[in-house]
């Protein structure tokens, strides 16, 4: 199997853990969003721990990338929130796509962070992307698209979080040391609200959020082996294969059917992904 191969294979894979992780989140019950959170992190601070040990290079970070790596951190921590409020709220599919607008949001925040200037066609595959995700938002003016709009907002934030961290590749920055900093940041601001406002978890609550952890930690391993194998513009349309994921995980174990208009907002989102990256493709054999 060739390398490309070998790349799609791993995202489709990542693609999975995390349709999973959204699964287990959903199967943990009616606990607060901060919760699910901390233990879900607690996860990947013992993962990246033990990798970065095993490097024997400790945690050192470079000169002047501190300051990203907190970016990256808040905007992190503020988009899992979202996603995991969203999860609890919307259709597992749902709350999948409107965090996939990611890739949309960080070509849009890379125009202030990376000082890329984008071009016509990019601008009018993000306001395609964005007419999609209203088909999901269904926007209204009252409180019932409350929980679509903060997903939205988790994508964005997301989207930038992720074009944090690819300035802090361009860095040089290790991607244990980046993942250790927002899992210990995220469990960190949870802690408070921990103490204060605590509900009680059983034991199935409590294995269903280390097995989110898991998947998460899974996908995080997979997406990463996916872009060691094959650049973004090749692969990363088939990231998209989360939606579909979610959705039958929904309707097999929780019962889920998305609305025609959520099918049309897929839709739309999914193809406009396609055709950045056919275009993304062709000009690189140009």
């Not at 287990?24 to 901060?34: Q, S």
């Amino acid at each position: 199997m060739n390398s490309k191969k070998l790349g799609i294979l791993y995202i489709i894979s990542a693609a999975f853990f995390f349709a999973l992780m959204n699964l287990f989140v959903r199967l943990a019950g009616e606990l607060p969003f901060y919760e699910k959170s901390f233990f879900r992190n607690l996860v990947a601070i013992l993962i990246s721990f033990i990798t970065i040990i095993r490097s024997k290079e400790g945690f050192h970070v470079g000169e002047g990338n501190m300051k990203y790596i907190f970016c990256r951190a808040v905007c992190g921590t503020i988009g899992i929130f979202c996603n995991f409020y969203a999860i609890d709220m919307l259709d597992i599919s749902d709350a999948s796509m409107l965090n996939k607008l990611s890739p949309f949001f960080s070509t849009l925040f890379s125009i202030w962070i990376l000082s890329e200037k984008p071009k016509l066609q990019d601008i009018a595959i993000l306001a395609v992307a964005f007419s999609g995700a209203l088909f999901i938002v269904k926007p209204s003016f009252n409180i019932a698209c409350l929980p679509a709009v903060i997903g939205f907002v988790g994508g964005m934030f997301a989207g930038l979080a992720y074009t944090f961290i690819r300035k802090l590749g361009l860095r040089g920055e290790k991607g244990s040391n980046i993942v250790f900093f927002f899992s210990c940041f995220s469990t960190i601001v949870t802690l408070p609200f921990m103490i204060l406002a605590y509900k009680p978890i059983s034991t199935y609550q409590l294995v269903m959020l280390l097995l989110a952890g898991a998947a998460a930690t899974g996908g995080q391993f997979s997406i990463t082996a996916a872009y060691q194998h094959a650049p973004a513009k090749e692969i990363s349309v088939f990231d998209y294969s989360q939606v579909v994921f979610a959705a039958i995980l929904g309707f097999l174990f929780l019962g889920q059917l998305a609305d025609v208009y959520s099918y049309i907002g897929y839709t739309i989102i999914i193809a406009i992904a396609a055709v950045k990256w056919y275009l993304n493709n062709h000009k690189a054999e140009e």
